[in-house]
C-alpha cells in the first residue's frame, strides 16, 4: 500500500510513518542531567577487556569487519556450545530480524506476534508489505494457543520476543516446546531472546537445544542488552544451516564492523563480570517491583531489564502525569506504552542501584502528591 495518492509531482512511497513510543525529548526544565531509563539499556560502561579491544581496534577503522564474523562466531561457539556454522552476525539483533522478514515474507503473506508483541516485528511485516496478524494474550504474556490458532495458509513468519518488550513477560519452556511441537513446519517460528539472560543462562540454553534439529526455528540474541554494547550494533542468530546462504544475500556485506566484532569477542571473555552484573540488574528488578508494590504502582512480572508499571487503580492520565513528573523533577526518560490495551502503562529499565534509589524517591513523590 503506498502511503499517498499517485502524484506526478513528487515520488511515491511504500513506507508509512508509524507511531513510535512516547518519550519526551524537551530540554529538562531544572537543568538535571537526563537519566534515560527509556531504551532498555545497561547503565554499565564497557568491561576492561571490551575497552582495550575497543582501543586496540581504533587503529584499524580502515578495515571493513569480516562479513562473515568468523572469529565471534567461534567465540560464540564455544562460549554457548553451538555449532558456529548454524550462526550468523548482524548489525545488532534489529538487523537480523529485518533479513528473516525479507527473506520470507512478501505482500499477501502473513506475518504473526502476540498482542503486545515488540514493535520492530510490526515495522519488519510492513517493510516486508508483509501483512500483520495479533493473536491475543492471557495476561499480558503470548498464548500458544492463541498463536496456533492465528497460523493461516498465509503465515509465513512468526515472530515472538521471549521476554516480550514491552511487557517483560515470559512463554515458560514448556509452552515454547507445545508451539515447536505443533507448528507446521513451513512457518518459521522466530524466538527472540534479545532479554533471555535476565531470565536466565538454562532459559537460554534450552531454547537453543528445542531449536537445533528444527528446519523452521531460529532464536535471535543480542550483545546490546546483558553485555552492555547496545551502542556497537552485534546481534546473532541460531539460524537452520538451509537458510544461511539467503540471509546473507538478504544481510549485506559490512554489516558488523570491526570494532565491533573485537568488542563482542573481548566481551565474552568478560563473561564472569556480565553474569555479575546480570545478578545485579535481576535483583534490582526485583528490589524495585517490589518497593513499588508497597507505594501502590505494580509491575508486570518481568524476566527482564526492565518493568512494566501501572499506578493501582489509575488511567492513563494517571500514567502521562507520572512519565512527566518523572522527567521535571528527576531528569527520568522512561518510555510510555501507548498500544491499545498498555495505555495505562509505562516501562523504564533498571539503572544502578544509586539511579533506582533516585528514581523510587521520584515515584514516591509523585504518588504522595497524586493518588487520592
Ligand atoms: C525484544 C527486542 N528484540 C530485539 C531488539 C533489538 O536489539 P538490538 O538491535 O540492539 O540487538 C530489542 C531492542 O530493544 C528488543 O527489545
Known amino acids: 500500500m503506498q502511503s499517498d495518492e499517485p502524484t506526478a509531482a513528487r515520488p511515491t512511497t511504500y513506507i508509512e510513518a508509524m ?70 552476525c548482524g548489525n545488532g539483533s534489529e538487523e537480523l530480524l529485518d ?29 516486508a508489505g508483509a501483512d500483520l496478524v495479533k493473536a491475543p494474550e492471557t495476561d499480558f504474556t503470548t498464548d500458544v494457543d492463541g498463536i496456533l490458532s492465528g497460523v493461516s495458509d498465509f503465515t509465513k513468519v512468526i515472530f515472538l520476543a521471549n521476554p516480550n518488550n514491552p511487557t517483560g513477560t515470559v512463554l515458560p519452556l514448556s509452552e515454547l516446546q507445545r508451539l515447536v511441537d505443533n507448528l507446521r513446519a513451513n512457518v518459521v517460528l522466530v524466538i527472540d531472546l534479545a532479554y533471555g539472560e535476565f531470565t536466565g543462562e538454562d532459559y537460554c540454553n534450552a531454547v537453543h537445544a528445542m531449536a537445533q534439529g528444527h528446519d523452521n526455528v531460529i532464536v535471535t540474541r543480542t ?16 539460524v537452520p544451516a538451509w537458510m544461511l546462504p539467503g540471509f546473507y544475500v538478504t544481510r549485506g556485506m559490512g554489516s558488523v564492523n570491526n570494532m565491533a566484532q573485537n568488542a563482542a569477542i573481548a566481551a565474552l ?10 545478578a545485579e540488574i535481576v535483583s534490582e528488578r526485583d528490589r524495585v517491583a517490589l518497593a513499588l508494590r508497597g507505594m501502590g504502582v505494580s509491575a ?18 494517571v500514567t502521562e502525569a507520572l512519565v ?30 544509586e539511579q ?17
Open 19 to 88: 507511531p513510535v513510543r512516547g518519550r519526551i525529548s524537551r530540554a529538562q526544565p531544572k537543568g538535571l542531567p537526563i537519566i534515560n531509563l527509556g531504551y532498555n539499556e545497561l547503565p554499565y560502561g564497557p568491561t576492561p577487556a571490551v575497552a582495550a579491544a575497543i582501543e586496540a581496534t581504533g587503529h584499524r577503522v580502515n578495515s571493513y569487519g569480516g562479513p562473515g564474523c568468523d572469529g565471534l562466531r567461534a567465540a560464540l561457539g564455544k562460549t554457548y556450545g553451538l555449532d558456529p556454522e548454524s550462526l550468523i
Open 99 to 127: 533479513v528473516i522478514g525479507r527473506s520470507f515474507a512478501r505482500p499477501g503473506d502473513e506475518i504473526l506476534i502476540s498482542e503486545f508483541g515488540y514493535i520492530q516485528f510490526q515495522m519488519v511485516a510492513h517493510r
Open 223 to 238: 550483545f546490546s542488552k546483558a553485555f552492555g554494547l547496545a551502542g556497537l550494533r552485534v546481534g546473532w542468530a541460531q
Open 269 to 278: 571473555e568478560d563473561i564472569d563480570l556480565v553474569r555479575e552484573r546480570v
Open 300 to 317: 508486570t512480572p518481568s524476566g527482564s531489564n526492565f518493568l512494566m508499571v501501572t499506578v493501582d487503580g489509575q488511567g492513563p492520565e
Open 324 to 353: 512527566e513528573y518523572l522527567f521535571d523533577e528527576g531528569g527520568f526518560v522512561v518510555n510510555r506504552t501507548r498500544e491499545a490495551g498498555l495505555e495505562h502503562f509505562m516501562r523504564f529499565c533498571l539503572g544502578t542501584p
Open 356 to 372: 533506582n534509589d533516585q528514581l523510587l524517591d521520584c515515584v514516591q513523590a509523585f504518588v504522595g502528591q497524586t493518588v487520592v
